[in-house]
């Protein structure tokens, strides 16, 4: 069983379009995340939920938008892509926010927009 | 302010070791190692809480100095499986919270 599922894991698109992208875990954790890794490998925290509430919002555009129905879901809607949103979108999930937790990665989304 | 990892690559044959390091200007409450092979995602190797803390497994082991302020990993008889890039992450606090933050990552590379 998959512990932190995305889809998609491909996405190509055209500027200006509106996409979404889906994060499931089952591992029963309280805490999902949101990240963006660049070209140069740098990963970099988007935001993070606990418990269904915004704890994270890291000076991310608001054509970023995160959605979280449940504690084992949390998704990422962009609006309006630019170039610059190119980049592989990992979701991950820790028990708990607390800056020893462990957190475990989805497989990411690759995000090509042309 | 993230962590500083040094160096940026290690080459590698089988069988040498290899040190990455993590420093930061302020104590940091813990550190994390991640492994990243090439298209997938980060896999969790350990974590340091506390400081003069080491842990290891196989050979691949860490080091959290007392001050808390540099972590290494080191990586003993490598193997080609051990290539990949090397992240090292903690948690800056903000507010109630704790922001996950990444070093740039070193590259690791194990040749034959």
């Known amino acids: 069983d998959t512990a932190v599922s995305q889809t998609p894991k491909y996405l190509v698109t055209q500027m200006g379009n509106d996409k979404s992208i889906k994060c499931e875990q089952n591992?029963?954790?309280?805490?999902m995340y949101w990240y963006k890794q660049d070209s140069k490998k740098f990963l970099k925290i988007m935001f993070s939920?606990?418990?269904?509430?915004?704890?994270i919002n890291e000076t991310v555009p608001n054509r970023f938008s995160p959605k979280s129905p449940d504690k084992a879901h949390l998704n990422l809607h962009i609006n309006s892509l630019e170039l610059g949103d190119s980049a592989v979108y990992f979701c991950?999930?820790?028990?708990?926010f607390g800056t020893g937790e462990t957190q475990y990665f989805g497989p990411g989304t690759r995000l090509l927009v042309l | 302010q993230q962590p500083v990892q040094s160096p940026q690559a290690v080459i590698l044959r089988e069988g040498e070791d290899a040190v990455i390091n993590c420093s930061s200007s302020?104590?940091?409450?813990?550190v994390h190692w991640y492994r990243q092979k090439h298209g997938e995602a980060p896999i969790f190797l350990m974590i340091?809480?506390?400081?003069?803390e080491q842990k290891g497994h196989d050979k691949i082991s860490a080091s959290f100095n007392e001050k808390k302020q540099q972590s290494s990993l080191y990586l003993t008889a490598s193997q080609l499986s051990y290539s990949g890039t090397y992240f090292c992450?903690?948690?800056?606090?903000?507010?109630?919270?704790?922001?996950?933050?990444f070093g740039r990552g070193t590259s690791l590379i194990v040749h034959p």
């Open positions: 340091l809480l506390k400081g003069g």
């Open positions: 591992l029963g954790h309280d805490t």
């Open positions: 992450g903690t948690g800056l606090r903000s507010g109630g919270s704790y922001i996950p933050t």
């Open positions: 991950a999930s820790s028990q708990g």
């Open positions: 939920y606990n418990n269904k509430e915004l704890i």
């Open positions: 302020k104590a940091l409450y813990s």
